[in-house]
């Protein structure tokens, strides 16, 4: 194709493109072109006169609109017909879900799918879904199918553990969160473990001389965290009458408040009773109460220094490092004063409470002193490189060496 030619066919399109391009002969005579029975050049001018408007109309134009116009509405026909072919494919899948539903009611009335591919006294087999019948085979609608039995019962395996039930917390968990349960807030919960023996109190015998102190029961009761620290940690509770005796495991509803004296009591306004837990692992003997005061002791067989810990040992150590700032920073320890830190212990309850918030009294933390060999049982040590202390948790409260 030459420039002139070129410039010819540009010429050419934009007059059948604007019809504000003056009519010359030439593009006229193009139009006439165009005008022939080339089917390409039918699309053409279809195309153009659709989307601009302005395009005056020849008689080959107006031919082709009708066509168009024919053609759209066959398009129609064809789209109204497709549309109606898929609302019936609709209507079709919709009842798929309810025979199913069916389905499973039938197996949930006939007894429940008993692994070996029948459904039950109803008769019919898991494959079989279409031609299963319900129960006594009357033909009548199914009863939508009963939930699971969820009463706590120890010997099946699919029972309901009644703590998670109740949302009850261990009795220790209540310290670290008292916050949460105060009394003169209007706040409660739900605390567990085991019913220790009553809490013993100082008390000066009337017309006693010599300043003797004798303890007599009070008014509380202990109750035990039986997750933690081996029998060492527990909290004031009263019980309000209500008959517990010692051993029982119990949840008890209530909240935190101060006596006279200062001190935390729990006081119980909601009583359940507990299956007995699991029995621990650990071999060392629990103390008679629970109490942060640190008693004197021997070590026990085949206790090991601090740097030959293993799992689950009994290690002894001297605290070489300043008390932790706060619950949970763990305390640094070695064989003796003097050699480098060579684990952070963390004893018994001894986790931090949410921002801060730690409402706990002085005797409800460890105190222990640098020059003093102590021994615990511990857990699982975890290592985090040559020259960062090792990880410990204590299971047991620490014990002075005598």
């Known amino acids: 194709m030459t420039v002139r030619s070129r410039s010819w066919w540009l010429r050419a399109c934009a007059g059948s493109f604007d019809a504000k391009t003056p009519e010359t002969p030439r593009s006229e005579g193009f139009r006439a072109l165009r005008a022939g029975h080339d089917s390409g050049g039918s699309w053409f001018r279809g195309w153009s006169g659709s989307f601009d408007a302005k395009t005056p109309q020849t008689p080959r134009s107006e031919g082709w609109?009708?066509?168009?116009?024919?053609?759209?509405?066959?398009?129609?026909?064809?789209?109204?017909?497709?549309?109606?072919?898929?609302?019936?494919?609709?209507?079709?899948?919709?009842?798929?879900?309810?025979?199913?539903?069916?389905?499973?009611?039938?197996?949930?009335?006939?007894?429940?799918?008993?692994?070996?591919?029948?459904?039950?006294?109803?008769?019919?087999?898991?494959?079989?879904?279409?031609?299963?019948?319900?129960g006594s085979g009357s033909g009548a609608a199914a009863e939508p199918e009963e939930p699971p039995d969820t009463t706590p019962n120890a010997g099946s395996a699919g029972a309901v553990d009644p703590i998670a039930d109740l949302g009850a917390v261990p009795a220790w968990q209540a310290v670290i969160d008292r916050y949460l349960y105060l009394a003169r807030r209007n706040q409660e919960g739900i605390v567990y473990g085991r019913v220790g023996?009553?809490?013993?109190?100082?008390?000066?015998?009337?017309?006693?001389?010599?300043?003797?102190?004798?303890?007599?029961?009070?008014?509380?009761?202990?109750?035990?965290?039986?997750?933690?620290?081996?029998?060492?940690?527990?909290?004031?509770?009263?019980?309000?009458?209500?008959?517990?005796?010692?051993?029982?495991?119990?949840?008890?509803?209530?909240?935190?408040?101060?006596?006279?004296?200062?001190?935390?009591?729990?006081?119980?306004?909601?009583?359940?009773?507990?299956?007995?837990?699991?029995?621990?692992?650990?071999?060392?003997?629990?103390?008679?109460?629970?109490?942060?005061?640190?008693?004197?002791?021997?070590?026990?067989?085949?206790?090991?220094?601090?740097?030959?810990?293993?799992?689950?040992?009994?290690?002894?150590?001297?605290?070489?490092?300043?008390?932790?700032?706060?619950?949970?920073?763990?305390?640094?320890?070695?064989?003796?004063?003097?050699?480098?830190?060579?684990?952070?212990?963390?004893?018994?309850?001894?986790?931090?409470s949410y921002g801060s918030q730690d409402m706990r009294g002085d005797d409800e933390r460890w105190v222990l002193k640098k020059g003093q060999t102590y021994w615990v049982r511990i857990g699982k040590v975890r290592t985090y490189g040559p020259d960062k202390p090792a990880g410990m948790n204590a299971r047991t409260a620490p014990v002075r060496v005598k």
Not at 72 to 86: D, E, P
Not at 105 to 111: K, V, W
């Open 65 to 134: 609109a009708l066509r168009a116009g024919v053609g759209s509405r066959v398009g129609r026909i064809v789209v109204g017909a497709l549309l109606v072919v898929l609302v019936a494919c609709q209507g079709e899948r919709s009842e798929a879900p309810v025979a199913r539903d069916a389905t499973a009611s039938t197996r949930g009335d006939a007894g429940g799918f008993d692994g070996s591919g029948s459904t039950g006294a109803g008769g019919g087999s898991e494959g079989s879904a279409g031609s299963a019948e319900v």
């Open 197 to 352: 023996p009553r809490v013993l109190v100082e008390k000066i015998p009337l017309g006693a001389i010599d300043g003797g102190i004798e303890l007599v029961p009070s008014q509380y009761t202990w109750l035990i965290d039986d997750t933690d620290g081996n029998g060492s940690l527990g909290i004031r509770v009263a019980l309000g009458g209500r008959d517990a005796k010692a051993g029982d495991r119990v949840a008890l509803g209530g909240g935190w408040k101060l006596d006279e004296t200062r001190q935390w009591f729990w006081e119980v306004d909601a009583f359940h009773p507990l299956p007995p837990a699991a029995p621990s692992n650990i071999k060392d003997p629990p103390p008679e109460t629970p109490s942060h005061v640190i008693v004197d002791g021997s070590l026990p067989s085949g206790a090991r220094p601090v740097t030959l810990a293993k799992d689950n040992d009994a290690i002894y150590f001297q605290i070489v490092g300043p008390p932790p700032l706060k619950e949970g920073d763990g305390w640094l320890i070695a064989n003796e004063l003097g050699d480098p830190p060579f684990a952070r212990l963390v004893l018994p309850g001894e986790k931090s």
